[in-house]
């Protein structure tokens, strides 16, 4: 069964510094996001990618984050200078008409 | 500021018994609704989508949708141990392919055995 994948599962880094996690979508699927879950709250939305540019973005995704899909198959989530709040578990997540498919999450620690 | 309110439990059922879940989302707009579920330190998986009035089963699942009152839920029966889980409930405010979705808190669901 075809899957959304995402890299690394677990990142801890020190505060400032810039991070990138990774995924790859689902081949035939041609909108990309990112969710972010900060531990004990709700899965937000941070942005929608379609069509090589980004469809939508929440306030949270301000100018720290940015994302790209460097070639075929990656997507990726930058973030410049991460600060303690951006510890949280990252989702990528792929879509086809009827249903949102989402990967295992990368958690990302900010010390 | 668009809200999706659900009870955060926890929700404790015997085995066998039916599980009932509620959501409240706050636009009337609203296009579609969905459940997850999401266990500890997991991904949400997907579990049902509802888009008109009504019923919807699949399996031990159904969700109910009640446009006027803005109110999704969903129904599990013969609850079993493995259901023991965060339920989510998610709405997607606009149509179309793009699921920005907002999400509940979520409902923590234990089956006893």
């Known amino acids: 069964e075809p899957e959304v994948t995402q890299t690394p599962s677990h990142q801890v880094t020190q505060m400032g510094q810039e991070v990138i996690l990774r995924c790859v979508p689902i081949s035939n699927h041609l909108y990309f996001y990112w969710y972010r879950q900060i531990l004990g709250q709700k899965v937000e939305f941070l942005v929608s990618?379609?069509?090589?540019?980004?469809?939508?973005k929440s306030e949270i995704f301000d100018d720290q984050f940015s994302v790209e899909r460097p070639d075929g198959s990656n997507f990726t989530l930058k973030i410049r200078s991460t600060k303690l709040e951006d510890s949280a578990m990252y989702f990528c997540?792929?879509?086809?008409?009827?249903?949102?498919?989402f990967g295992e999450g990368s958690r990302l620690t900010v010390l | 500021q668009k809200e999706v309110e659900q009870n955060s439990g926890p929700l404790s059922v015997p085995e066998g018994a039916i599980a009932s879940l509620n959501c409240t989302y706050s636009?009337?707009?609203?296009?579609?609704f969905f459940w997850y579920r999401q266990y500890s330190g997991k991904s949400p998986e997907l579990i049902m989508s509802?888009?008109?009035?009504g019923d919807k089963e699949d399996g031990r699942f159904t969700a109910q949708l009640n446009k006027a009152s803005q109110y999704v839920s969903l129904l599990i029966r013969d609850s079993q141990p493995s259901d023991s889980a965060t339920y989510l409930c998610a709405v997607n405010w606009s149509g179309g392919s793009n699921y920005k979705l907002t999400f509940g808190k979520g409902t923590l669901l234990t089956v006893n055995p």
């Open positions: 997540a792929s879509s086809e008409l009827t249903e949102l498919f």
């Open positions: 990618f379609y069509n090589n540019e980004i469809s939508e």
């Open positions: 636009d009337r707009g609203s296009q579609s």
């Open positions: 509802i888009y008109s009035n």
